[in-house]
């Protein structure tokens, strides 16, 4: 997981929200460790203001899976890039496709309107969605 460069380790939800924001395009993305859930990942994608996040699981061994929509069938890859490949179309369980990658080298940067101290103001579903702003 190391090796992608969309993958930002142990940073906190609020801070993936952070980088989302200040990247501002829907469909930007970043991999980071779940606060949760020791050994699993997440997947926060920004749509609309909304951040969603979705597991990302290894299972079996060595492949990945990742939380989708209700209804879509499960799908099983090697490794994080194809499950990312994958996921850059439509329609595949995410509520946007992962087009653009925020990478760990942004990490230090702060959002100019996203307030550190600032609270998230929405959720909206069981995967985990927060509005920003």
């Not at 993305?29 to 926060?44: A, K, Q």
Request: proline share 5%.
């Amino acid at each position: 997981m190391e090796k992608l460069s969309e993958y930002h380790g142990a940073i906190s939800k609020l801070r993936a929200e952070q980088l989302l924001a200040a990247a501002g395009r829907d469909g930007c993305f970043l991999i980071r460790d779940s606060e949760t859930m020791p050994g699993t990942y997440c997947i926060c994608v920004l749509c609309d203001q909304y951040v969603y996040t979705y597991r990302l699981f290894q299972v079996e061994g060595q492949l990945w899976k990742a939380q989708t929509a209700c209804g879509v069938k499960e799908r099983l890859f090697r490794n994080v890039r194809n499950l990312i490949v994958a996921f850059r179309k439509p329609n595949q369980g995410m509520v946007v496709p992962l087009l653009y990658p925020v990478t760990s080298d942004l990490r230090q940067e702060p959002s100019p309107w996203w307030g550190m101290n600032q609270q998230p103001s929405h959720y909206k579903s069981s995967t985990s969605t927060t509005k920003l702003g």
